[in-house]
């Protein structure tokens, strides 16, 4: 199992941006896809959960209304669509799934700074 995270980087307050994260070594389609992030000095933390058919979806209150999750099952990737970001949004942001076993991506950094 290996999860690859990418588009993260620096916005200003209020600004955007779209994570991804590529998925590969098991069946993809089958398995419900989560974010996580890990601010400086807190405990990693749940941000969005997506089923696998990608009908239903779930989100920590404080980014309910200004993140989306999205996946594409063709493509064996998950998204996070992030708006509205805010300073207290500045993370390491993780894709995790768990195939039996828990599986971490290597982390894409947001930081939202003016």
């Known amino acids: 199992v290996q999860l690859v995270e990418s588009g993260g980087g620096l916005v200003q307050p209020g600004g955007s941006l779209r994570l991804s994260c590529a998925a590969s070594?098991?069946?993809?389609?089958?398995?419900?896809m989560s974010w996580y992030r890990q601010a400086p000095g807190k405990e990693r933390e749940f941000v969005a959960r997506?089923?696998?058919?990608?009908?239903?979806?779930y989100y920590a209150d404080s980014v309910k209304g200004r993140f989306t999750i999205s996946r594409d099952n063709a493509k064996n990737t998950v998204y996070l669509q992030m708006k509205s970001l805010k300073p207290e949004d500045t993370a390491v942001y993780y894709c995790?799934?768990?195939?039996?076993?828990?599986?971490w991506g290597q982390g894409t950094q947001v930081t939202v700074s003016s």
């Open positions: 995790y799934a768990r195939v039996i076993w828990r599986y």
């Open positions: 997506i089923t696998s058919a990608g009908g239903s979806t």
């Open positions: 070594g098991f069946t993809f389609s089958s398995y419900v």
